[in-house]
């Protein structure tokens, strides 16, 4: 079964600081990557997906890169605001046609104003 | 979240009650997921959907079923809750392929 690890398990950081997001999984084979943001007591916003041809994805302040073959992820936010303060979740798809992500347990990011 | 709604928002039950929740999407995507998630654990998949009246089970299906009879509908049902069904509950669509997932807003369930 595919173990997905996020760590740290919180950061927090001030307000301008540029910083790394970490996800690995244990099994290489996937399909593709997704990132999310949640924000407490509410759903998750997605933020990035890559596929597992893609090396990385660009979205305004954030990147993220996929190293399948060393089975990690990492997702890079540029110069960080109050506003980016939420739990970044990392889920990875198996194999093409598979039906589940599997989800890390999230990285909870403050950062201070 | 546009385009899928879960209702109700928060829910509390007794122990031994039937409990339905509902998923809602406007996408007319293919797939429906049904996750829990728990603190210390990621988000589990509790059974999913791959058209009208195609259902599947995940992860954590015991003590639930599904139902979908409309495309736009999903429906999650514990048939007779229990504690450690108290959880936050999300449901999902997707398009398949190479197509990322889309959450709802999910459902707060306790059930004392």
């Known amino acids: 079964k595919q173990e997905v690890t996020q760590i740290p398990a919180a950061l927090s950081v001030p307000e301008g600081e540029n910083l790394v997001l970490n996800c690995s999984f244990t099994d290489s084979a996937i399909y593709n990557l997704q990132w999310f943001r949640q924000d407490p007591g509410k759903g998750l916003t997605s933020l990035l997906l890559?596929?597992?041809?893609?090396r990385e994805q660009t979205s305004g302040r954030l990147n993220a890169s996929l190293d399948k073959s060393s089975g990690r992820s990492t997702l890079y936010i540029a110069a960080s605001q109050p506003g980016d303060s939420a739990t970044y979740l990392c889920a990875v798809r198996g194999a093409a046609g598979a039906n589940n992500l599997f989800f890390g347990t999230g990285t909870r990011l403050t950062v201070i104003p | 979240d546009a385009g899928i709604t879960q209702s109700p928002r928060h829910k509390v039950t007794e122990t031994g009650t039937p409990v339905t929740l509902r998923c809602h999407q406007t996408e007319n995507h293919r797939y429906m997921y049904w996750y829990r998630q728990d603190p210390g654990h990621g988000l589990r998949l509790i059974h999913y959907?791959?058209?009208?009246?195609?259902?599947d089970k995940g992860e954590v299906s015991d003590g639930y079923s599904v139902s979908r009879s409309k495309t736009e509908d999903f429906l999650l049902t514990l048939e007779s809750a229990t504690s450690s069904q108290t959880s936050v509950y999300f449901c999902?669509?997707?398009?398949?392929?190479?197509?990322?997932?889309?959450f709802g807003s999910g459902t707060r369930l306790t059930v004392v």
């Open positions: 959907s791959y058209g009208v009246k195609d259902t």
């Open positions: 999902a669509i997707s398009e398949g392929g190479a197509n990322g997932y889309t």
């Open positions: 890559i596929q597992s041809s893609q």
